[in-house]
């Protein structure tokens, strides 16, 4: 539980110390108190845990509802406060400031692209690759050969995604199951530029609802800008993909991305 490395060098909020991560759990000392926590998320579900060793106290919060963070560490800090006898703070609504600021931020960033599409995303198609990740994901074009594979997963976006028609003629779709999601969706917004998603698609719905509909994992602006040489496209690079982060380089995702992955095919 020791602190190993500093996750925000400067404390967020009055109360907080900054945040130090160790071995699985982060600590962070709230007005006295030494706080160690950690949470987790999956589709459907959201936790957060919190220790407080030198009280022999422990608080453990769930939701229905994945990447719910935010709402069970207000939660977490109503419960300390009672218990604790500390002045109440408006958790809530300071988070939904900070998730205000940081959809502002997308929308500036989105701006600054100038969404002058000029390839064709048919060159970008095919199969990609790094050999730091278990398996290869093939990116597909509409349309699609009917009865392929990538038909396939333009069907289940047709099906889920209401922006598909819009999106569908300067856009990329892969089936790439990951723990966090089962599918990527690639819209060009400038030439060789792409705004990224990641989904988990349910065509068929879930249980006993069987209304299709989709989970968008993305948490902030993940970008895609693809590399090239002698006219023909190499591969890939990923910003805003928890990989990082790394600044990026305009022209120069090779060097300067998060994670690059190889064309092979």
């Not at 490395?5 to 709230?30: I, K, N």
């Not at 999956?42 to 919060?61: F, H, Y």
């Not at 790439?176 to 030439?191: A, E, I, M, S, Y």
């Not at 698609?201 to 602006?221: A, C, I, M, W």
Request: glycine fraction near 10%.
């Amino acid at each position: 539980m020791a602190g190993r490395s500093a996750m925000t060098p400067l404390a967020e909020y009055p109360e907080h110390s900054p945040w130090v991560y160790g071995a699985g759990w982060w600590r962070v000392s709230d007005r006295g108190y030494e706080f160690v926590q950690h949470g987790g998320t999956v589709t459907g579900s959201s936790t957060w845990i919190t220790l407080v060793p030198d009280e022999d106290l422990a608080i453990i919060t769930l939701v229905n509802g994945n990447g719910q963070h935010k709402a069970l560490q207000a939660i977490t800090s109503k419960v300390v406060e009672d218990r604790f006898g500390l002045e109440h703070v408006d958790w809530i609504e300071r988070f939904l400031n900070v998730s205000e600021i940081e959809r502002k931020t997308q929308r500036e960033c989105m701006n600054l692209i100038s969404h002058t599409a000029a390839s064709s995303v048919e060159s970008f198609a095919g199969t990609y690759s790094n050999p730091g990740y278990v398996g290869n994901f093939t990116l597909c074009a509409w349309p699609a050969e009917a009865g392929s594979e990538c038909d396939k997963i333009l069907k289940a976006y047709s099906t889920t995604d209401s922006e598909f028609e819009k999106e569908k003629s300067h856009a990329l779709y892969a089936r790439w199951k990951r723990f966090w999601f089962t599918h990527l969706k690639l819209v060009q917004q400038d030439d060789m530029l792409f705004s990224m998603s990641r989904d988990t698609l349910y065509p068929e719905g879930h249980g006993q609802d069987k209304s299709p509909f989709y989970l968008r994992s993305t948490n902030s602006v993940s970008l895609v800008e693809f590399g090239a040489h002698g006219g023909e496209i190499t591969g890939l690079g990923m910003w805003g993909v928890d990989a990082g982060p790394r600044q990026r380089v305009a022209g120069d995702p090779g060097s300067s991305s998060e994670v690059w992955f190889a064309k092979i095919g």
